[in-house]
């Protein structure tokens, strides 16, 4: 009984009656989430939190450069590492929504050399279950030929479309796909299709922002210099092709996007909803039910094996039994995370830069598990567990 009291008292102190529903108290959420920047060690980093399509609470931490002090705002940039595959994903399934994108159609050149009469398709490859190795190399384009079934860097022994594993070089090949079918470089397509009809700040190259003033630099996780916002532009500059080549682009779509805090927010916003954003559509809503959708589930599918993931969108099942959706990142010092829940539509973005143990695994970092558990209240309006777990 004494339990339960204490729990219901922490539970009011966390939460406020306002008009219109339960919302968070400011003060006390800005207690929760300074402690859990506090304890994730990072330089800085920020929190956004909206539910129909409103801005419902925002927490900044730090600087974009401990240089020049500026804060980091809803403006700040950061390069969101493996959430560019769920946004990229955004632009396949754009081509989807005018029937140019089959996704149980085999991709071109593309096969098992073990199964060399099963095609490797869109879905599998957006579901993790194309059977391609998380170890497949996807920096430089992948020798799809020549490839015998011993000596494959690119293929496991599993059956396309029955197996799952986590494979960068599966976000890879959406930048291949959209080049091939659009005949557009894959950031051209992107901007003119996403990004832009959304005014949303974003690019796959850092040199291609349209505003690079708030480039927030990179810190390692032991705070020290990753690589300032300046090497950000001169290394893009340098290294990136903006052009249409479908046979030697195989990178940017898995981690190379740069984009503002408030414009990831807008993007979970649509993938939470109807596939609009602030009245802009860019994705029908069967589109985005689709990319949450488990896919083997779905008849007809080139699917077989089970996968957390619809179309690059990640399920996960939070402490209090919540399911949300969307895609984490980890680079170097840098933790970023876009999940939502779509029968509320609340939407959490949260990135940590140069935090404690960014890449320690595949699973969704308890930090942003923290994130996601406090958010619960705003979905079920339901007694949650308000402590920051350790790592």
Known sequence: MKRWIARALT?????????????????????????????????????????GGERIYES????????????VSENTVYKVASVSKMVSAMGVMRLYDAGL??????????????YPDVPVTLRQVMS?????????????????????????NCFSRYQPGAHYEYANLNGGILCSVIE???GQSFNTFMAENIFGPLGINAAYAAHLLRDSTHLATAYYSDNSVFRRASQYIEI?????????????????????LYISLSGLEKLGRALAGDGSA????????????????????????????????????????????????????RWEGLLTDLFFEPVTQTVVVLVLD???????????????EDALTFADAWVHEAETNYVVKDD
């Not at 993790?128 to 494959?152: F, K, M, N, V």
């Open 354 to 368: 140069g935090t404690k143990a960014a890449n320690n695994g595949q699973g969704i970092h308890p930090r942003a």
């Open 180 to 182: 091939r079918v659009s």
């Open 101 to 114: 994108a089959d996704l149980d159609a085999g991709l071109p050149g593309i096969r098992n050399p073990r």
């Open 236 to 256: 893009d500059a340098e290294a990136y092709e903006d052009t249409c080549d479908p046979d030697r682009h195989y990178h940017a779509s898995a981690s190379s």
């Open 60 to 71: 900044y931490y730090g600087a974009e450069d401990r240089r020049t002090k500026v804060p």
């Open 11 to 51: 539970l009011l102190f966390f939460l406020a009656a306002a008009p219109g529903g339960l919302c968070f108290s400011t003060p006390a959420a800005d207690a929760y989430f300074a402690r859990l920047f506090d304890k994730s060690g990072a330089v800085n980093g920020a929190v956004l939190i909206s539910q």
């Open 128 to 152: 993790h279950t194309s059977s391609i190795l998380s170890a497949a190399p996807y920096l430089t384009p992948p020798e799809w030929s020549g490839q015998d079934a011993a000596g494959s």
């Open 278 to 329: 602030d009245g802009v559509r860019v994705l029908s809503g069967q589109a985005v039910r689709l990319m949450r959708m488990d896919q083997a589930a779905l008849p007809g599918s080139s699917v077989t094996g089970s996968s957390p993931y619809g179309l690059c969108v990640n399920r996960f099942t939070d402490s209090d039994g919540i399911t949300w959706y969307g895609h984490q990142g």
